[in-house]
């Protein structure tokens, strides 16, 4: 029955669910179930019809999107879909052996060989996330292949290689809580669930009311499921480490929350991500559905979706979702519940203060991030003297260097005198400098200097609106240090004149960014001849740290927008970053923030050129291929001109033949011959040329038309 595709439209019409997703649910499970439908009351077997259509729909689909093996696909399509159909089986819909065949056909990918380790992952983890809510009705009535099924997990677990897991750690050390790889995470959840009789209180099962009608109904077999093969461009999901920032010892007043090992923890985990995963585009959706999840009279839910979205912002490699989504969620949901969830955001924060010394790096610079963004939308209040145990510590620690970046970020989103301000003056030491330009030809004691009369030449001159010629020849009176008096080669790298014409162009559009940004475009043609070198593109960089090495934030956008105009390029910002005079400045996260907008770059004109490169061989095969078409066309432009050829020969030969017939006639009428007699002869031959000159026309429209 599954075998038989549904009629035209039928597909169409099964998913056409309208509606909230609530009656999209009640829907589905009404079709599928059999339940109460007037329009078919009565016609039993037009309703089996109708489930056996819709599993076969799921079931093929499910081929379809396992065929795929993309990410997203496996992500959003596959693991739920399965999970639908081992509760199935709770239904009375699916049969319990059917799905036991298909979780062995999933396990025995375990056993191929050459693969990556991610898809065998894969495969496992779909038929444990469905034991919590199929697990208790495959064991009652499988439980001899169940064992061996779970044997066989068991098996794979052990020789699996976890080299992966330190990298996705957010914590180095395993106290308070262990931070466990996601497989082995769930097979202990799992093992608990067993232990405990299958038994859990999370999970909806609407089922249960309707168990006396749904036992009678007529079960369901599967089709066979073969897991398709690997291929080499497949994706599958990434592996990752479960996060744990709290226990029940956390949340001393209320429900108690469940265990690291309880199968409740991974039911409530896998929906609130379910949740976020859904409304992620739309906050405060997003914010009013984390707090309406059913059941949060039983646990703590504030706790629990903390959780779960620090788990989520500190994911290694990268977060699903963009950083600033997680920040404004939170936000919203501080909004939504401000008697109660402020104070769980607050315990968690103090938490992962304490626990800084053990943390990734990476997760450290998104955790300062958050917290930067989250205090500028709520006044920058924060109980500073908590932490004034940083201030006793090196400032290459990992506490002070937090707290220091913090206040540096939140003076991004602020200003230095309101930093200040709501900084006790404890933390003088960590407060950021004034934002000031540091202009050394800007006093008359620095008159001493090289170049000083240079600049107040040229700050003149670019006030005065003067033409990057006459610019560019004031410049060309600066001397060069690297260059002899006597030396007659050709211009050689002026680092003065850089720093002479950068610096004071800087200092007239220190400003603002807009005021930076004008002037660097509009001596764009300047800037480019002084940094044709590679020697000159790393001075450049060099000088507008010198003058904004107050000021970070200016440092980025100014080095940012000088890849962009091509005044520098991303291998100068490389060297200058990893260069003798940039080390005391490498634990900042300004440099970093710099290098990795500078691989984004570079990696986005990687792709440009490959598109590019992609594009040039289609347009090279299509000139190709009109080569072909010419050279067809010349053939066949040949065949014409020798069917005209045989056209004209013919034409000769009738007119001849003609003129032969007249000389006949006339003879026959000299000699008093019975022309009768003869010209029947001739007139089948006229009949016999005239059809052969038809034939040779046609055949010469036809060329005609091809060519």
């Known amino acids: 029955m599954f075998g038989r595709p549904p009629p035209a439209g039928e597909a169409d019409r099964l998913h056409d669910f309208s509606g909230p997703p609530e009656r999209q649910e009640l829907q589905l499970w009404r079709g599928v179930c059999g339940g109460h439908d007037p329009a078919a009351e ?79 992952d894969w495969f496992v983890y779909v038929v444990l996330s469905c034991l919590p809510w199929v697990g208790k009705e495959l064991y009652e009535k499988k439980d001899v292949e169940m064992d061996r099924l779970l044997s066989q997990i068991e098996g794979y677990l052990k020789r699996r290689v976890k080299t992966h897991v330190p990298m996705l750690q957010v914590w180095t050390a395993e106290k308070p809580h262990p931070q466990e790889e996601y497989l082995d995470c769930l097979w202990a959840q799992i093992q608990k669930l067993k232990k405990d009789r299958w038994q859990e209180r999370h999970i909806l099962r609407p089922y ?63 929906n609130l991500h379910c949740i976020i995963k859904t409304h992620w585009k739309e906050r405060k959706t997003c914010a009013a559905q984390l707090l309406s999840y059913p059941g949060k009279n039983k646990i703590p839910l504030n706790y629990h979706i903390v959780e779960v979205i620090f788990a989520e912002l500190f994911q290694l490699p990268s977060p699903p979702h963009i950083d600033v989504m997680y920040t404004s969620l939170l936000i919203e949901l501080c909004k939504l519940q401000p008697g109660s969830l402020p104070q769980v955001l607050a315990q968690a924060t103090e938490m992962l203060y304490m626990r800084l010394d053990t943390m990734n790096t990476s997760c450290i610079d998104r955790f300062i991030n958050w917290f930067a963004h989250h205090l500028s939308n709520f006044q920058f209040r924060w109980s500073w003297d908590d932490w004034a145990d940083c201030l006793t510590l090196d400032l290459d620690k990992p506490k002070p260097k937090f707290v220091k970046e913090v206040l540096e970020k939140s003076m991004r989103l602020s200003y230095h005198q309101r930093i200040v301000d709501i900084v006790p003056a404890t933390f003088s030491a960590l407060i950021p400098a004034d934002p000031i330009f540091t202009f050394k030809y800007e006093d008359e004691s620095a008159s001493t200097l090289p170049g000083y009369a240079t600049s107040v030449t040229v700050s003149n001159a670019i006030k005065n609106r003067a033409s990057n010629e006459e610019i560019l020849a004031i410049l060309k009176e600066v001397p060069n240090p690297n260059q002899e008096d006597d030396d007659d080669e050709g211009e050689s790298f002026n680092p003065l004149k850089i720093d002479v014409f950068l610096q004071t162009l800087l200092h007239l559009a220190a400003k603002s960014f807009s005021h930076s940004f004008s002037a660097l475009g509009k001596f764009h043609e300047i800037l480019k001849t002084l940094t044709e070198s590679d020697e000159g593109k790393l001075h450049i960089l060099k000088v507008v740290y010198e003058v904004w090495r107050n000021h970070p934030q200016m440092i980025a956008v100014l080095v940012d927008k000088m890849i962009r105009t091509q005044i520098v390029d991303c291998a100068a910002v490389a060297n200058w970053l990893f260069s003798q005079d940039m080390a005391h400045e490498f634990t900042r996260l300004f440099i ?64 001849g033949i003609a003129a032969t017939t007249r000389t006949w006639r006339r003879t026959a009428r000299t000699r008093r011959v019975s022309w009768r007699s003869r010209s029947s002869g001739c007139r089948r031959r006229w009949s016999r040329l005239r059809a052969n000159r038809r034939t040779c026309s046609s055949s010469s429209s036809s060329v005609s038309s091809c060519c």
């Open 42 to 120: 009565g016609d039993a077997e037009k309703q089996l019809v109708q489930r056996s259509r819709l599993l076969g729909l799921l079931m093929s689909e499910l081929q379809a999107a396992a065929t795929l093996l993309s990410f997203s696909i496996v992500e959003t399509l596959c693991s739920p879909q399965v999970r639908f159909l081992s509760d199935l089986v709770n239904c009375h819909v699916i049969a319990a052996p059917s799905m036991v065949a298909m979780f062995e056909n999933f396990i025995s990918v375990t056993q191929e060989e050459d693969v990556p380790q991610v898809r065998l």
């Open 208 to 270: 249960i009311a309707f168990d006396s009608v749904l036992c009678e109904a007529l079960q369901h077999n599967l089709p066979p499921f073969t897991p398709p093969g690997h291929m080499p461009d497949a994706q599958y999901p990434m592996p990752r480490v479960i996060f744990r920032m709290f226990d029940y010892t956390d949340a001393p007043e209320g429900p108690v929350m469940p265990g690291s090992h309880s199968v409740e923890r991974f039911v409530i985990e896998e």
């Open 592 to 655: 970093w923030e710099i290098l990795h907008s500078t691989i984004r770059k570079m990696n986005k004109h990687v792709q440009k050129i490959q598109k590019e490169l992609e594009e040039a061989k289609e347009k090279l095969e299509k000139q190709q291929n009109k080569r072909v078409t010419t050279q067809v066309r010349a053939a066949l432009l040949q065949k014409l001109r020798r069917a005209r050829l045989c056209l004209h020969s013919a034409a000769a030969l009738l007119r």
